[in-house]
């Protein structure tokens, strides 16, 4: 149910959100349509009475009417506790989503703590992975209208494989008013011990750290039964739904176009349209929405938790991992960086651009400069055309008579305002460019659909240079 759209968003673009404004799964438009065309209709109809139905006495009560209203109705703080009670239920929201029981981090230490490859020993830890999942999947249906539609009846856990037959009677038979979901936490428990004197558990370090998981996973289930049980307080979310109510109710009247000849102050116009006060019913009652479907996301919305899909994904990655992944290691092999000190994966040229040197530092230019001695750091400070023939003299009274050109200098001032500190020359065009036959093969045997074209660029080298080697390899 939840809506993603975060690929839509990657890059900052000209009115980039413009294209989300037209969904319409999860959008405001689905949430608030019903409500928006009620204020609509009612504002009409109070309208079509006050100009044609009303006589002229009852036109003068309601303007005074509409005026009383319009004033003392910006005196309800709509603003402010609406953005107060949004901000509260958001934050709840999200601290229940990074609550939910992952079993991720239970199924890495059941598939190398307990050991053993025979039958038994996969059964252990196929049982141990199943409680873990038992004890999510009942507090899911506890708090989720949707996993509860799924699984409505113990017979339908037992029929989906969660727990066996046996395991259901000693379940049923424990007598207990409240919700029984810490029942599998001790079958979990009590096995484990079990393992551990049976030596397939080796260490009880192993054992603690299992326990130690296990409670911090119950945790995380307690703490959603926890934000279910205890919501936010009745009499806030009431005073807020009538503050929203109350205020709009008051603009039926209060926002109403009166009889411009009257000379009433703010009714010059007559437009029929109220298009601001619809404007800020959209927003204000919308803000009121996004409340109403954030509160309990455990529920039936478009934005609501994927609770029976946590589950489907739980069970089959943990059973995964402690089964048929359980000692299944691939072949050690020496990585393609095993004598390369500087390793550095290769780019594409689609991610060239992103190619770029380590920060070493917001002073790391002022070094440059400093290491270049003072005349020399002249040039970077001057300005260009400027006193450059002033910089010359002074390097050669420190250096010696002609030991750069004038000529040299400018070309060094170019360089320092691009961002080039280094004083050697570049290279020039005819002067082949050096390079490393490896990175040359490397890049290739990567991407095999690499024109030369395409490695000159990456390798800054001419394509001649690139042909040459490659039949150096024989391709």
């Known amino acids: 149910m ?23 799964r999860g959008s405001i438009y689905k949430l608030l349509y019903r409500e928006f065309i009620v204020f609509a209709v009612l504002y009409t109809a109070i309208s079509f009475m006050y100009r044609l139905l009303l006589t ?43 609550n939910l029981p992952w079993p991720d981090r239970l199924m890495f230490l059941i598939s190398s703590s307990v050991h053993g490859s025979d039958e038994h020993g996969r059964l252990l830890r196929r ?80 054992l603690q750290s299992l326990m130690t998981e296990m409670n911090r996973f119950r ?32 603009c039926l009247i209060g926002r109403q176009f009166l009889d411009p000849t009257k000379g009433y102050s703010g009714h010059d116009l007559d437009l029929y349209i109220p298009i601001f006060t619809l404007l800020q019913f959209f927003f204000y009652a919308g803000w ?11 529920g039936e919305d478009d934005d609501d938790f994927e609770t029976n ?28 960086y095993w004598d390369d000190s500087a390793a550095r994966p290769p780019y594409t040229l689609a991610a060239a651009d992103y190619c770029i040197p380590s920060f070493l530092g917001s002073t790391v230019e002022m070094g440059c400069l400093l290491s270049l001695g003072p005349p020399v750091q002249d040039l970077f400070q001057t300005k260009k055309g400027k006193n450059v023939t002033e910089i010359h003299r002074k390097i050669c009274a420190v250096y010696g008579e002609g030991a750069v050109t004038d000529l040299t200098c400018q070309k060094w001032f170019a360089k320092f305002r691009a961002g080039d500190f280094s004083l050697d020359d570049a290279p ?48």
């Open 2 to 24: 939840t809506v993603t759209y975060s690929s839509k968003v990657a890059n900052a673009t000209f009115f980039g959100f413009h294209r989300l404004l037209l969904k319409w």
């Open 56 to 98: 002229g006495a009852q036109k003068r009560y309601f303007e005074k009417l509409s005026i009383y209203c319009d004033r003392y109705a910006e005196q309800i703080p709509v603003t402010f506790v609406l953005g107060f009670y949004v901000t509260l239920v958001v934050n709840r929201w999200w601290n229940q989503f990074v």
């Open 127 to 206: 049982t141990l992975m199943r409680y873990v999942n038992l004890t999510s999947l009942l507090i899911f249906r506890s708090v989720s209208t949707a996993v509860y539609k799924r699984f409505p009846t113990m017979d339908h856990v037992v029929e989906a494989g969660f727990m066996t037959a046996d395991e259901r009677k000693l379940f049923e038979h424990l007598r207990s008013p409240h919700l029984k979901y810490w029942v599998p936490f001790i079958w979990f428990g009590n096995l484990a011990a079990k393992a551990r004197k049976e030596g397939r558990i080796r260490d009880s370090v192993d």
């Open 219 to 250: 945790s995380w289930c307690s703490l959603l039964f926890g934000y279910d049980w205890v919501g936010i307080p009745l009499v806030y979310t009431q005073v807020v739904t009538l503050a929203v109510y109350t205020f709009f109710f008051a």
């Open 288 to 298: 009121l929405k996004v409340a109403e479907q954030l509160i309990n996301p455990f």
């Open 309 to 336: 899909w946590c589950i489907d994904r739980n069970l089959q990655v943990s059973l995964l991992a402690v089964d048929e992944m359980h000692m299944s290691l691939p072949k050690m092999k020496k990585d393609i």
């Open 428 to 475: 020039q065009s005819g002067k082949p460019v050096e390079v490393d036959s490896n990175q040359i093969e490397t890049l290739t045997e990567n991407n095999q659909c690499y024109t030369t074209r395409e490695i000159a660029h990456i390798l800054k080298i001419s394509k001649s240079s690139v042909e040459n080697h490659l039949h150096q390899f024989g391709c």
